[in-house]
């Protein structure tokens, strides 16, 4: 029950052949990542010409329209060298008319939006962008449902152009992730100030990362990027410096990750060539929702994978044999659970397309029991530390997929 | 919507008046806290006292008792000067006997869990103190349910003594809340060297504050601590730098703030002497559950509102009045705000206590409308740091109480 004090018994230093993700995606990442980032200029560009070409269209008294991807799951595919879930070439084009007149301009004026903020080097919230709308006149909208749409269909537009909604300067609500390790964060402010975060350098706090991690830059010696399910988790690797061990980067998801922690865990991931492994409780919850999120994304905002997956991420577990090996405390698995588990096994392309996953999820049912990942506590308080972590980490290539 | 340029019109920079907290809340809580900050050499005195009166008692052949504080709403007062909900000294007595010797034991197990804690310099999150407990034989919990219960029955036990959780090193499992500003965070880790974390350097990110805040020391040069409900208005403050516009220290609470950010902001009232100004949603939930909660505690977890409220905070907006002053726009109330606000203006002794506060209530109920605190963006995305705040911080006399 005494603070560590021993190094465990296998060091996680260096997880023998992960010094690197694996080389087909990351190969991938990199070449998508030169894609995504986009300058201010470039969109502006992308906004300005979009416009232009509404504008010229009227003028040649002709009905201008918008051509959309289509957000919608028949529109989506998986396919494992891509690595996440990928919004297809369907477009629905939306043109001007009597009935569409309303749309059409709030459509224009969003993007009107977005071009003053990039200018204005500001940003708004969705919140935010709704009730600018309130002097919009004839194009107000009535509800905040209404703004979200178009602004995802904006979204949609231009990440043909590989421009996200962070770039079009459209933030989350809620930014989450508490981070820390052998990472340096470089963040210019307003004043134009780079900000320098050594995320060593917390205590028992950690680094908050901000709602658009688009600006960041990067500088670290970890080896590996460690995602946590639980705040409760986190502060105990946190407290104990575990990042030093096992030198890597600690980062809480707190749950599903939001947008802001998915983009800054990828671009870890791209261009820092980190492996990610994720920790999370042994339920379907953990597996089917925070794992797959964070990995393929979802199927109803397919338009935003591209830049929020990670493909390159592994599930450290706690997974269905670690229940068996570690004899872990379980709860009975409940029926959303089994719903949630039978629902990946019949129509999740991810997990149907891993046999791997296919099996665990199979022995998961089967046993009918879930475990959550402080259940390791039963064998002391810091076995995660000194056993659990060092073993997983010393066979990174048994990590499911 | 260009970022902003000018000074507002108005400095908030030396709200008039308000350079410290208003002197018999202040007195109070500096009180207050010199109880609450028992050492470890305090805490494993009042564990071993304990212990060994019920072991000598049993030696005698006696049947030892633990006389806990009642945890019930009847228990449960709330008078102006004291300033937050506080427990009464109704004890339920828990006597050795066939029918509560595995309560009894559990009790002592996890008293003693809570020794070996200290002593070790570590700690437990309620999660992984069941989990520990699957060890105890005899004993174990079934259900996390059951020793939560007993955790918050020791909680009570030792609050008489000033002994929080936190201090028993029982940790909750979510820490939220990030904070920026001209705040210097003295922390310690378990290597025993002091990171001193300066929460003005973190660009567009912020400081997300631990678990536990007890060991933590502050250093500021602030006027005032700002206290925002959601994380997108966040943001907006902290990307804009308004911290240092109006020398303040921001919190983004994230909805109801857990424990940990309100411990960290009661210590910044205590020991700073700094005003705590809270800046919410105008509708029942912002007012009746985030404000309250905050000032005042609630009912059912009373025995730790001593350590958690800042009765000393004062809400800033937005306002009933503010929806009619700023022409803001709104949302309908829903049949469950109202019902919340009725419940807040007959129920609630905090409520009903402060004549200001009923008016307030019932004039939202009357224009039965409710305005998140982002409606403000209608004027401009930062008539928020413009306009209002400096507006509302140049008469802080006129928040509500």
Same mark, same amino acid.
């Given at each position: 029950? %005494?603070? $560590?004090?021993?190094?465990?018994?296998?060091?996680? %230093?260096?997880?023998?052949?992960?010094?690197?993700?694996?080389?087909?995606? !990351?190969? *991938?990442?990199?070449? /998508?990542?030169? $894609?995504?980032?986009?300058? =201010?200029?470039?969109?502006?560009?992308? &906004?300005?010409?979009?416009?232009?070409?509404?504008?010229?269209?009227? +003028?040649?008294? *002709?009905?201008?329209?918008?051509?959309?991807?289509?957000?919608?799951?028949?529109?989506?595919?998986?396919?494992?060298?891509?690595?996440?879930?990928?919004?297809?070439? @369907?477009?629905?084009?939306?043109?001007?008319?009597?009935?569409?007149?309303?749309?059409?301009?709030?459509?224009? $004026?969003?993007?009107?939006?977005? #071009?003053?903020?990039?200018?204005?080097?500001?940003?708004?919230?969705? +919140?935010?962008?709704?009730?600018?709308?309130?002097?919009?006149?004839?194009?107000?909208?009535?509800?905040?449902?209404?703004?979200?749409?178009?602004?995802? =269909?904006?979204? !949609?537009?231009?990440?043909?152009?590989?421009?996200?909604?962070?770039?079009?300067?459209?933030?989350?609500?809620?930014?989450?992730?508490?981070?820390?390790?052998?990472?340096?964060?470089?963040? $210019?402010?307003?004043?134009? +100030? &780079?900000? +320098?975060?050594?995320?060593?350098?917390?205590? /028992?706090?950690?680094? /908050?990362?901000?709602?658009?991690?688009?600006?960041?830059?990067?500088?670290?010696? %970890?080896?590996?990027?460690?995602?946590?399910?639980?705040?409760?988790?986190?502060?105990?690797?946190?407290?104990? #410096?575990?990042?030093?061990?096992?030198?890597?980067?600690?980062?809480?998801?707190?749950?599903?990750?939001?947008?802001?922690? *998915?983009?800054?865990?990828? *671009?870890?991931?791209?261009?820092?060539?980190?492996?990610?492994?994720?920790?999370?409780?042994?339920?379907?919850?953990?597996?089917?929702? &925070?794992?797959?999120?964070?990995?393929?994304?979802?199927?109803?905002?397919?338009?935003?994978?591209?830049?929020?997956?990670?493909?390159? %991420?592994?599930?450290?577990?706690?997974?269905?044999?670690?229940?068996?090996?570690?004899?872990?405390?379980?709860?009975?698995?409940?029926?959303?659970?089994?719903?949630?588990?039978?629902?990946?096994?019949?129509?999740?392309?991810?997990?149907?397309? @891993?046999? #791997?996953?296919?099996?665990?999820?199979?022995?998961?049912?089967?046993?009918?029991?879930?475990?959550?990942?402080?259940?390791?506590?039963?064998?002391?308080?810091?076995?995660?530390?000194?056993?659990?972590?060092?073993?997983?980490?010393?066979?990174?290539?048994?990590?499911?997929?």
């Amino acid at each position: 029950m %005494a603070a $560590r004090k021993k190094a465990p018994k296998k060091s996680p %230093a260096a997880p023998a052949g992960k010094r690197r993700a694996p080389k087909a995606p !990351a190969a *991938r990442a990199a070449r /998508s990542e030169k $894609r995504v980032q986009a300058t =201010d200029a470039e969109t502006l560009r992308h &906004i300005e010409s979009t416009a232009s070409r509404v504008h010229e269209t009227i +003028r040649k008294e *002709r009905r201008p329209d918008l051509a959309l991807p289509v957000r919608a799951l028949r529109n989506v595919s998986y396919a494992e060298d891509v690595g996440y879930l990928e919004i297809g070439r @369907q477009r629905k084009v939306r043109t001007l008319s009597v009935n569409t007149v309303k749309n059409f301009a709030q459509t224009l $004026r969003m993007m009107s939006l977005s #071009r003053e903020l990039v200018r204005g080097d500001d940003f708004a919230t969705k +919140r935010e962008a709704y009730y600018i709308s309130k002097n919009w006149d004839e194009c107000k909208f009535d509800e905040q449902m209404e703004s979200d749409t178009v602004m995802d =269909d904006i979204e !949609a537009l231009f990440s043909v152009n590989a421009i996200n909604r962070e770039q079009l300067r459209f933030y989350p609500e809620e930014h989450g992730g508490s981070v820390s390790g052998p990472l340096l964060v470089m963040d $210019r402010d307003n004043t134009g +100030r &780079i900000a +320098r975060i050594d995320c060593t350098n917390f205590g /028992s706090g950690a680094y /908050s990362v901000p709602s658009s991690v688009e600006e960041l830059a990067f500088e670290t010696t %970890a080896k590996f990027v460690l995602l946590i399910e639980t705040g409760g988790m986190f502060q105990r690797l946190q407290s104990h #410096r575990f990042w030093e061990t096992a030198n890597c980067i600690l980062v809480d998801m707190g749950g599903v990750p939001t947008r802001a922690v *998915r983009r800054f865990v990828r *671009r870890l991931a791209d261009e820092q060539r980190l492996p990610v492994f994720v920790f999370v409780d042994c339920d379907p919850y953990g597996i089917a929702n &925070i794992y797959r999120t964070l990995k393929v994304g979802s199927g109803s905002a397919a338009h935003v994978n591209k830049f929020f997956c990670v493909p390159s %991420a592994r599930f450290l577990g706690v997974t269905p044999q670690d229940i068996v090996d570690y004899e872990l405390p379980t709860h009975p698995l409940k029926d959303v659970d089994v719903k949630r588990a039978k629902d990946a096994l019949k129509n999740d392309p991810f997990f149907q397309s @891993q046999p #791997r996953w296919r099996k665990a999820l199979e022995q998961l049912v089967h046993m009918g029991v879930r475990a959550e990942q402080q259940a390791l506590a039963m064998w002391g308080l810091n076995y995660v530390i000194d056993e659990y972590l060092p073993r997983k980490l010393a066979e990174p290539e048994k990590f499911l997929p």
